[in-house]
């Protein structure tokens, strides 16, 4: 039979107010979490990224947020733009296992002008 | 520059049929990974290659894939006697070093639907 894709939590916000999207990671041993953009028919692109001995980091519109205690990574984004709307990915990985990284669920925001 | 890239963008196989997927990395990356990207979720890592050898291989789901990078650069996805449930799209993407602070930079991807 036809499979059917799992539907992604959605996130819709008004163009210029802050968007939250969160993520629960799953090996506490994790020494890095990274989020990704996926915008339709593209792979995912980088966004910012954090070591596990941090617990926030800045870019440019963007901030991560690291809560180890309980597993949780948030991603903040300011004045967010029509441009911004994607499906968000948090993604973790491990000292020593070369760079694979283990993906969470996605994340689909949705930015109305 | 060029980034990462993938060929085909989409391949239509009858199940039972073989394929082949190619990875063209970024020039001087010594990393490769591949990852399966079903509908509605987060890529999952089949394997990933420093210069020409497999450094891990353990997400790769049965011994129907295989995949190679005999020069350090090029890498091809092989899937033999292809399934329905093989249907993703598969993901390559290449970084400068391996290690989790090396940014990978991911191709467009290629949709394999299986019939």
């Known amino acids: 039979g036809e499979s059917v894709g799992l539907h992604l939590p959605t996130l819709s916000v008004q163009e210029g107010d802050n968007s939250i999207i969160n993520c629960a990671y799953s090996n506490s041993a994790s020494d890095y979490f990274i989020w990704y953009k996926q915008e339709s028919g593209k792979g995912p692109q980088f966004i910012i990224d954090i070591r596990s001995n941090m617990d926030k980091r800045q870019g440019q519109r963007v901030t991560v947020l690291l809560n180890k205690t309980v597993k949780h990574l948030s991603l903040q984004i300011a004045a967010t733009q029509p441009g911004d709307s994607a499906v968000y990915f948090c993604a973790e990985s491990l000292e020593g296992a070369g760079g694979k990284l283990i993906f969470g669920q996605g994340t689909e925001l949705s930015v109305k002008p | 520059g060029a980034g990462v890239s993938q060929t085909p963008s989409n391949k239509v196989t009858e199940k039972g049929k073989y394929v082949e997927l190619r990875c063209d990395p970024i020039s001087g990356h010594t990393a490769l990974y591949w990852y399966r990207q079903s509908l509605g979720q987060g890529p999952e890592f089949l394997i990933y290659?420093?210069?020409?050898?497999?450094?891990?291989d353990s997400g790769l789901p049965n011994d129907r894939f295989f995949a190679v990078r005999p020069e350090g650069s090029v890498s091809t996805l092989k899937i033999q006697r292809t399934e329905r449930g093989d249907s993703a799209v598969y993901l390559c993407a290449s970084s400068f070093g391996w290690g989790m602070n090396n940014e990978q930079f991911f191709g467009p991807g290629t949709r394999l639907t299986v019939l």
């Open positions: 290659f420093q210069g020409t050898g497999a450094a891990d």
